[in-house]
């Protein structure tokens, strides 16, 4: 079991799906919770709370760095501190480079990497002072690998990548750690709403149509939980994760491995 009694953890993009599977694995092990999104706040923070945890959400837009400052500094004042980051906040659009919006483009920059770099910025002082952190960025198999369609979201989640790597590199010689989770098919909303489209279009069973989608890219024909992907968080928190550092850590049932 992994104590994070004291601790306090910030995940973006957590009103719903992976980013509060990470925020409830995190409270269930004892961390004060800050939450983030445009979900059902509610019900999120009903998740929490029942794991007896502390929570409180911030409504921060990720596209405006005014906004996440305000945020953090919320978390500072309400908890006292930030001691484990989870950069989980993102976006999706699917075009052709030449038929790619313009703003889609810029949002899905900002939210899927800029607003990272934002909040690193804005934590690492505090870790380095207490000389203990944990930051995690959910990057993507998009982090490893490209599609075709999706060139905003696969160079953020390259530029993540990256973004992972320096943090590692800065901070080696200290008690704080940067990582990176590449998760391939997770069963959220938006994946569903994609099952549910290819069975309209295909005229098949929602049951064929998932294994159709799985069958193209992830091999072990199953998706991946939000629930497995917070142990893994817990794990990158614990004295077993001192030592990984830079790590782009793929859960992806074979996805990478093709």
């Known amino acids: 079991m992994v104590n994070l009694q004291g601790k306090t953890a910030l995940v973006t993009g957590s ?26 706040v509610d019900a ?10 502390q929570a409180v959400h911030h409504a921060a837009d990720m596209r405006h760095g005014g906004e996440i400052e305000a945020m953090m500094t919320m978390a500072r004042e309400r908890f006292g501190g930030i001691d484990i980051l989870v950069n989980n906040a993102g976006i999706q659009h699917v075009a052709q480079v030449e038929d790619f919006p ?29 000389n203990w952190g944990r930051i995690v960025n959910i990057a993507s198999v998009h982090g490893l690998v490209g599609s075709a369609g999706k060139a905003a979201y696969v ?39 994609q099952i549910d489209a ?7 069973t929602r ?12 091999p072990s024909g199953q998706f991946v939980t939000p629930e497995q ?14 030592k990984v550092r830079g790590a782009a850590w793929a859960m992806d049932g074979g996805w990478t491995a093709q």
């Open 102 to 130: 313009v703003d889609k483009w810029d949002d899905i920059l900002a939210i899927n990497l800029t607003s990272s770099f934002h909040t690193t910025r804005l934590a690492l002082p505090g870790m380095r002072a207490s």
């Open 198 to 204: 290819i069975a309209k279009r295909d005229a098949i």
């Open 15 to 40: 009103t719903s799906g992976i980013g509060l599977g990470i925020a409830q694995a995190l409270g269930q092990a004892g961390a004060n919770i800050v939450l983030n999104g445009f979900g059902d």
């Open 155 to 193: 160079a953020a989640k390259h530029g993540l990548v990256g973004l992972t790597k320096v943090t590692a590199l800065e901070t080696a010689a200290t008690g704080v750690t940067c990582n990176a989770i590449c998760p391939g098919f997770v069963l959220t909303p938006l994946v569903a709403a």
């Open 229 to 242: 992907l917070g142990n893994l968080v817990l794990m990158l928190c614990s004295p077993f994760g001192d």
């Open 207 to 218: 049951e064929a149509a998932q294994a159709r989608l799985l069958s193209d890219k992830q």
């Open 44 to 53: 999120a923070l009903a998740t929490i709370r029942a794991t007896g945890a």
